[in-house]
């Protein structure tokens, strides 16, 4: 059996948004057990040019469900950047997985011979090269980026908490 642009573009992204929706109970336990305002963490950044952690979160749940939309054939719904709360991240993760869990496997019919545009880049990206060099590295980057915020300000994730079950 192959692995199909509808594994890759909800399972595996649902996968990371529940991951992620983890670390961020892990960052609420560790500012709850330690009396810290939570806006320390979720506005932190691991430099000063990058995001901070609320906007990393921000970008995973809209990189997720481009992706998954746009090898559907649709636009990806548009979600305010207005979060400012665990709580609110988590809700937008949540709004986040039922929106890719409403696509079927059958809106990814042929989607290997869409092109997929972006306002950012000048030209029309083949459906693999948006997913394989596009989408799946921003998605792992950014909550990558967010799990090194969260490890850099002592909460205790690992990589199990990471990578998630399997």
């Given at each position: 059996m192959s692995i199909s642009y509808y594994q890759l573009a909800t399972q595996s992204t649902t996968r990371v948004l529940n991951n992620l929706d983890h670390l961020i109970d892990m960052a609420m336990i560790f500012c709850a057990e330690r009396k810290i305002d939570e806006s320390v963490l979720f506005n932190d950044r691991l430099?000063?040019?990058?995001?901070?952690?609320?906007?990393?979160?921000q970008l995973v749940s809209d990189m997720t469900k481009g992706c998954a939309a746009r090898l559907a054939g649709s636009?990806?719904?548009?979600?305010?950047?207005?979060?400012?709360?665990?709580?609110?991240?988590?809700?937008?993760?949540?709004?986040?997985?039922?929106?890719?869990?409403?696509?079927?496997?059958s809106n990814f019919a042929d989607c290997e011979k869409r092109n997929i545009k972006l306002p950012w880049y000048e030209d029309a990206l083949p459906a693999d090269v948006f997913l394989l060099q596009h989408a799946l590295p921003n998605i792992y980057f950014h909550i990558a980026t967010a799990y090194n915020i969260?490890?850099?300000?002592?909460?205790?994730?690992?990589?199990?908490?990471?990578?998630?079950?399997?």
């Open positions: 430099a000063p040019d990058m995001f901070p952690l609320s906007r990393q979160v636009e990806p719904p548009s979600y305010a950047d207005t979060e400012t709360s665990f709580e609110q991240l988590k809700e937008r993760i949540k709004k986040t997985i039922d929106f890719i869990a409403t696509l079927k496997e969260l490890r850099h300000n002592g909460v205790p994730v690992g990589k199990r908490d990471y990578i998630g079950k399997i």
